[in-house]
Each structure stands twice: as C-alpha cells, then as structure tokens.
C-alpha cells in the first residue's frame, strides 16, 4: 500500500530535551516536506527536500533541522525543543514535476513541549 | 510571495443541503493549482479536488464542485446533498506551478465545517 508513515503519532516532552520525528514514503517520491498545523494559521512549510542531500528551509524553520540521507526517509529533528513547538507535525510526499502532482500525507504526529 | 485566506473559520449546514465555502488568494504568478483538503477528525489530509489555473472549467467531483474565478482570485466549494461524514476542517491549497517552487503547497487558515442531522 502507497503509504507516508511517521512516527511518533503523539509525543510529550519536556523543554530542551532532544527528539525526532521519523516520516518514511514508499512511493519512490523526490519530494518531501514538513508542516506544522496551528489553531488559525492552517498549514505552514517547515523545510522541503527535493531530493537525497537536497533540503531547504520553508516558511517557518527556526528551531528545527531535517536531513535527507535516504530517497524515502525524511526525519524533522527539534535539538531543543520550546513550548512554542507544540504543534501538530505533517510530513508529505510527491513527485518533482512542473505539472500537478498530488501530496500524499502522514498520519500526523501531535507534539506537546512542556 | 503567494497568499491564501479563508475568511469563514466556521460553517455549519443542515444535512441535505448545500454550502459554499470561500477562499480567496494572492498571486502575481499565472501557472499554478488549487487544491481543497478534508481533515476529518481523524487528522488525516484527504484531498478533495483540485484546480488547475490554466482551466476555464470548473472541477467536480461527484458532490464536490469548485468556483473558480481567476481574475478575481476566488476558489470556493461548494459540497451538495451535504453529509454527515463531510463534518471536517477544510483548507484551501495554493501550489505554483513553477518548477522552482517544487511542490510546495499554501494552506488557507481552515474553516470548520458542521453537519446538523
């Protein structure tokens, strides 16, 4: 099944304490990205990967780093995570084309930083 | 840089009948897509139709269908014979249809949609 996997999917922390979300696609995709969903703002772009070794900064990236090593893994790292982190997290999936494409989305993980 | 606004953070309807929802958004760019997403409760993003700006037609699907009007940069939704199952947050997606931006997607703030038996 095409599928975009992450894990945790609920995760509390605590300030400062080190932690990754893993996100893996099966679907051969180059492209790869992480969201944050806050309450009144919708989805916001934390960094996107085009492909292997190939990442950059989206929309909202302080506080976070990503790594591409692999085509089908994409893990968003927080080194010292902060209150203001807690969020929901999406990582998504798709071909790198100039045409449409369709994303494909994981499940989400919820993140609480106490 | 581009925009989406969703100026209706909550809808309700009653089942049965038809809602429009509105999505406004700001570019300078001529080639991109449009995208309406479902987040049921369960959190998952389901995507329910898409607009590609280069098309006069309107998108539907099935009870699903979009308004496009390009040169007032509005895509709204309008979901007919509404359903119980449609209660979800909608978000509105802009994508460029630039091959330097990727697939990178802009998302509407949401609007809240509720089924009323």
């Known amino acids: 099944e095409a599928q975009v996997t992450q894990n945790p999917r609920y995760l509390i922390t605590v300030t400062g304490k080190k932690l990754t979300v893993t996100c893996s696609q099966n679907?051969?995709?180059?492209?790869m990205s992480w969201y944050r969903q806050d309450p009144g703002l919708g989805l916001r772009q934390i960094y996107y990967?085009?492909?292997?070794?190939?990442?950059d900064k989206g929309d909202v990236p302080e506080g976070y780093k990503v790594s591409r090593k692999e085509k089908r893994n994409f893990p968003l790292i927080l080194e010292s995570p902060s209150p203001n982190q807690t969020s929901l997290y999406f990582c998504?999936?798709?071909?790198?084309?100039?045409?449409?494409?369709?994303?494909?989305f994981g499940p989400g993980t919820r993140l609480t930083v106490l | 840089a581009q925009t989406v606004t969703q100026s209706q953070p909550e809808m309700s309807v009653q089942e049965a009948e038809t809602v429009t929802l509105s999505c406004t958004y700001d570019?300078?760019?001529?080639?991109?897509?449009l995208f309406w997403y479902k987040q049921p409760p369960s959190r998952q993003m389901i995507l329910v139709i898409r607009?590609?700006?280069?098309?006069?037609q309107n998108a539907t699907e099935n009870r699903f269908s979009v308004n496009f009007q390009k040169a007032a940069k509005s895509f709204s939704l309008k979901i007919s014979d509404s359903q119980l199952g449609d209660a979800a947050m909608y978000f509105c997606?802009?994508?460029?249809?630039?091959?330097?931006?990727?697939?990178?997607?802009?998302f509407g703030e949401g609007t809240q949609l509720t089924v009323n038996p």
């Open positions: 570019t300078s760019e001529s080639d991109y897509y």
């Open positions: 998504a999936s798709s071909f790198w084309t100039s045409s449409y494409n369709e994303q494909f």
């Open positions: 679907m051969n995709h180059e492209y």
């Open positions: 607009q590609e700006a280069y098309k006069q």
């Open positions: 990967s085009m492909n292997v070794e190939v990442t």
């Open positions: 997606a802009y994508r460029s249809g630039g091959r330097t931006s990727g697939s990178r997607l802009t």
